[in-house]
């Protein structure tokens, strides 16, 4: 492992020098505000993705996937650098990454690949193409034809349907912007050596427990879309288990062969994506509102789910295998204490080694 002040000191040239054959072109692609309980993958998606669908069928798939953050700023510097953002700086929405921090582009430049916008031109491999799709509408979907999940009240059923009908239409429009950058890979003849990475940067709620937006610790939130194509060494599957935005980095890397920099938080999944053995992570971490009085944190362990407020009081517990609409909280259920207690236990265990003392 590079340490971290090695790193950044690096010459560019003499580490770009290093043999560039057999490296695959890496294209991020990051969807904003596609929420993973809409995923093609879901088996129960009311969102028209024809091409992720297809995508899906040869990518490896991450049904469980969690934001670091459900905010859009704070997860996507999550993403970029495999860092949380209470390390990373980026608290808020509009803020901006510690001096610093590595991102995955500085990562790959440094090791020869060459930053592009598109395909035109031929570009030189390796190659490094990041995409934030645009939520332009598609064509509207009918609000009287949305079938809303069980836990939008009744009161917030009209609200809700137009919202959805809005995000389903802007999913469907991310979906063709999507297909188009598949298209390119195609035409350039590179799809076979281009490791694409398919994320969301946050979820919404969008009527779910009678609430708008996002920053929640419901599953509406934080809940993404994660899924790697990388037909050279790799086959369709579908994984049960539960992954992080954070984790993207140290995967690509992985998976491009390269050595991981000090300080990274996030877990590399490469050994599993290549049929072999590794470390698998035992939880997820979470964590939202940071730098208010509303911060909380979260742990997901197997089923379970486990909420705390900024002062680390426990303010929702809930088992997604019996109850995945998160309707009943178990925290005050005396039964559940047994489980509470241990799930705490992990949550400061992953408060400790993720160097996460803003509060306890």
């Not at 809005?166 to 063709?176: I, V």
């Not at 909420?307 to 909280?329: C, I, W, Y």
């Amino acid at each position: 492992m590079i340490p971290r002040r090695a790193f950044l000191a690096a010459p560019l040239i003499p580490l770009a020098m290093r043999a560039a054959e057999n490296k695959p072109n890496v294209a991020l692609v990051i969807a904003p505000g596609w929420r993973g309980v809409d995923a093609p993958w879901s088996g129960d998606s009311p969102v028209a993705a024809p091409n992720l669908s297809k995508f899906a069928e040869g990518a490896a798939v991450f049904p469980r996937a969690y934001a670091c953050d459900p905010a859009t700023d704070p997860a996507r510097s999550g993403i970029l650098t495999g860092r949380y953002p209470h390390v990373n700086g980026v608290l808020t929405d509009g803020g901006a990454l510690r001096a610093e921090e590595v991102t995955l582009d500085a990562v790959l430049k440094l090791a020869g690949y060459s930053a592009v916008d598109s395909l035109e031109g031929a570009p030189r491999a390796p190659f490094f193409w990041k995409v934030t799709l645009e939520a332009s509408r598609a064509a509207p979907v009918d609000p009287a034809k949305i079938r809303l999940r069980d836990n939008v009240p009744k009161d917030f059923e009209d609200k809700a349907r137009k919202a959805l009908a809005a995000r389903y239409a802007d999913c469907t429009a991310m979906d063709a912007q999507f297909g188009k950058v598949l298209s390119a890979l195609d035409r350039a003849g590179v799809a076979n050596d281009t490791m694409v990475v398919f994320t969301s940067d946050r979820g919404e709620q969008l009527g779910s427990h009678g609430l708008e937006g996002a920053g929640v610790a419901y599953e509406e939130s934080t809940r993404i879309l994660f899924a790697i194509r990388f037909p050279r060494v790799m086959s369709g599957s579908a994984s049960d288990m539960a992954a992080s935005q954070v984790d993207i980095l140290p995967t690509v890397l992985g998976l491009c062969g390269e050595p991981m920099f000090e300080g990274i938080q996030g877990h590399d999944l490469s050994p599993f994506l290549m049929g072999g053995t590794g470390e698998r992570p035992e939880s997820v971490y979470v964590e939202g509102k940071l730098d208010t009085k509303e911060e909380w944190r979260m742990v997901v362990v197997g089923s379970d789910k486990l909420v705390v407020d900024a002062e680390g009081a426990v303010t929702q517990l809930f088992n997604l295998a019996s109850d995945p609409l998160e309707k009943k909280n178990l925290a005050s259920d005396a039964p559940a204490q047994l489980r509470r207690d241990s799930l705490l236990a992990v949550l400061r265990a992953r408060r400790s080694g993720l160097l996460d003392f803003r509060r306890r």
